[in-house]
Each structure stands twice: as structure tokens, then as C-alpha cells.
């Protein structure tokens, strides 16, 4: 049986974008200076993204990185299949998401 794999990757900007629309979703507070100027991904041990202004930082656990990137992912209308397995990865220092399906 065949088995589907596919990997999205986040440029930067978009992650940027992606992490700063969950934290205004979810209500988080994130510092007030304005646009972030970097955004930083961790792959070890689980991968996690941090937003920077400067000396102030805002750290996304997986879980929450993950949400991030789907509900940006569904608001650029980037198919994404519901049932299928989903994992971040960092390739090449950018976030990857991955989603695993077989039948």
C-alpha cells in the first residue's frame, strides 16, 4: 500500500507571520515593540521557534508551533490532509512540516 509524504517549508517570513496571527488568536501576550525582526528554530531534542525583537524574545513549544503553522497553512488555503500523521523537522535551519498518510 502506498504511503504519502509530504513536506511544507517555512520561509522566515512567513513563520513570522504564521507565529505572531496564533499569538493574537490565542491571546498571547508577545512583546509590544512591534514587527519581530528574527525568528530562530531549535530542533533538539523537539523542534521549537523563537520570535526576537531585539533583547525580547517569545519562545513556541512544538505544540504550539505546530498550531501555528496549520492555521497559517489553512489560511493560504495550503492543503493539508486532516487525517494524516503531521511532525515539524528543521531542515536547513527553516521549519518543516511534515504530514504521513497511508491507507
Same mark, same amino acid.
Given at each position: 500500500?502506498?504511503?504519502?509524504?509530504?513536506?511544507?517549508? =517555512?520561509?522566515?517570513? !512567513?513563520?513570522?507571520? &504564521?507565529?505572531?496571527? @496564533? $499569538?493574537?488568536?490565542?491571546?498571547?501576550?508577545? *512583546?509590544?515593540?512591534?514587527?519581530?525582526?528574527?525568528?530562530?528554530?531549535?530542533?533538539?531534542?523537539?523542534?521549537?521557534?523563537?520570535?526576537?525583537?531585539?533583547?525580547?524574545?517569545?519562545? =513556541?513549544?512544538?505544540? !504550539?508551533?505546530?498550531? &501555528?503553522?496549520?492555521? @497559517? $497553512?489553512?489560511?493560504?488555503?495550503?492543503?493539508? *490532509?486532516?487525517?494524516?500523521?503531521?511532525?515539524?523537522?528543521?531542515?536547513?535551519?527553516?521549519?518543516?512540516?511534515?504530514?504521513?498518510?497511508?491507507?
Amino acid at each position: 500500500m502506498p504511503i504519502e509524504q509530504r513536506s511544507i517549508i =517555512f520561509s522566515p517570513r !512567513e513563520l513570522k507571520e &504564521a507565529l505572531q496571527e @496564533y $499569538a493574537g488568536r490565542t491571546k498571547r501576550e508577545l *512583546p509590544a515593540s512591534g514587527v519581530p525582526n528574527d525568528v530562530a528554530v531549535d530542533g533538539d531534542p523537539d523542534v521549537s521557534t523563537t520570535l526576537k525583537w531585539g533583547e525580547q524574545q517569545a519562545r =513556541f513549544d512544538a505544540m !504550539e508551533t505546530t498550531a &501555528a503553522v496549520l492555521m @497559517y $497553512a489553512q489560511k493560504k488555503q495550503i492543503p493539508i *490532509p486532516r487525517r494524516a500523521r503531521k511532525s515539524l523537522s528543521v531542515r536547513n535551519g527553516s521549519l518543516a512540516l511534515m504530514t504521513y498518510m497511508a491507507d
